[in-house]
């Protein structure tokens, strides 16, 4: 089965200690994106990468870092949490940028930083 | 800031009725949309995309793009109680960059 599949699904931690929220798909796609989703503002794009050892800054890159080290797989990681890093997220992927391809998206992580 | 802009509602409907979604863009460049329906708590899932100007349809849907008029419409023909959920509207900026709007939140009424 296709599918974008990101973990934790939930995690409650606190500001300062490091984490990485993983993000892998099936369907050989070059293009992945990763998204917070804060109500009223909707999703905005974090960082996303084009292919493999290929990122860039979306439009709220502040406080994250991101690898694409294989092509399956995009980390995201939170060095030093903090609290208005609280938030859902979402991986997504799509077979290219340039083709106009449509987004799959992962089931989203719920993250809460105290 | 090149925005994608979208009524947040609740747009009631009621059951059987049209609804339609409205969306407007800032980016002169943008190249395709997509509709993307959003359950409560879930992830997002695409409805349509589009790239041309005119109609698309599929199904009980229609999106309308009008490049001229940067603006994007999404009709949802004989509503039904299920499709009650958020619809985000999202353009390519460029390459690469997908700006989404803040969705509208759709009620339809058994």
């Known amino acids: 089965e296709a599918q974008v599949t990101q973990n934790p699904r939930y995690l409650i931690t606190v500001t300062g200690k490091k984490l990485t929220v993983t993000c892998s798909q099936n369907m050989n796609h070059e293009y992945m994106s990763w998204y917070r989703q804060d109500p009223g503002l909707g999703l905005r794009q974090i960082y996303y990468s084009m292919n493999v050892e290929v990122t860039d800054k979306g439009d709220v890159p502040e406080g994250y870092k991101v690898s694409r080290k294989e092509k399956r797989n995009f980390p995201l990681i939170l060095e030093s949490p903090s609290p208005n890093q609280t938030s859902l997220y979402f991986c997504a992927s799509s077979s290219s940028g340039w083709s106009n391809q449509p987004q799959h998206f992962g089931d989203g992580t719920r993250l809460s930083i105290l | 800031q090149k925005e994608v802009e979208q009524n947040s509602g609740p747009l009631s409907v009621p059951e059987g009725a049209i609804a339609s979604l409205n969306c407007t863009y800032s980016?002169?460049?943008?190249?395709?949309f997509f509709w993307y329906r959003q359950y409560s708590g879930k992830s997002p899932e695409l409805i349509m995309s589009i790239y041309s100007n005119g109609d698309k349809e599929d199904g009980r849907f229609t999106a309308q793009l009008n490049k001229a008029s940067q603006y994007v419409s999404l009709l949802i023909r004989d509503s039904q109680p299920s499709d009650s959920a958020t619809y985000l509207c999202a353009g390519m900026s460029g390459t690469y960059k997908y700006i989404f709007g803040t969705g509208t939140r759709l009620k339809v009424l058994a």
């Open positions: 980016d002169r460049g943008s190249q395709s």
